[in-house]
């Protein structure tokens, strides 16, 4: 997708699971008011985005938790996006990447979000599933998100 951003997903119409890698760097003040491009300061660590996560408006978020993916330590939390919000036409926006990338919400999109610095990089493993997504696509999900290694280039 971009230096910043890649991922995969299943072939549309399926239940609709996907897995995305982010570089967050700066999360929106408002996902879909006229103030789209004002952000909030983020610092630099994954405390620092999460907390920023934890706060956006309009999402529901769960507060953020430590976890260890990969063998490297990060936090997690789950965000949903609303069915409706009153004001947006559409897609809500949640974070960008430093090469100006927009993370999209669609209605109802649900994900859980591994944040981790990967060798002084702030990484967001996204694992995300649609309304009608099944069960098992989701432990499926799961099984790939733990199965995430990392190597030494």
Not at 43 to 58: H, I, T
Not at 116 to 138: H, M, Q
Request: aromatic share 8%; net charge negative; charged share 20%.
């Amino acid at each position: 997708l971009s230096p910043d951003v890649t991922g995969v997903d299943q072939a549309s119409g399926t239940g609709a699971t996907g897995l995305g890698f982010w570089i967050a760097d700066n999360v929106f003040v408002d996902p879909c008011g006229p103030a789209l491009g004002e952000v909030a300061p983020v610092g630099p660590s994954v405390d620092d985005l999460a907390s920023a996560l934890e706060n956006l408006p309009f999402y529901t978020v769960t507060p953020a938790t430590d976890v260890t993916l990969a063998g490297l330590p990060g936090m997690q939390l789950e965000i949903t996006a609303p069915a409706d919000v009153p004001g947006c036409s559409g897609d809500t926006f949640a974070w960008s990447t430093p090469t100006g990338d927009r993370k999209f919400l669609t209605a109802g999109e649900h994900a859980l979000m591994t944040i981790l610095d990967v060798r002084g990089t702030r990484l967001i493993v996204y694992a995300v599933d649609f309304p009608g997504a099944s069960d098992a696509d989701r432990a499926a999900l799961e099984a790939v998100v733990e199965s995430i290694r990392f190597d030494a280039p």
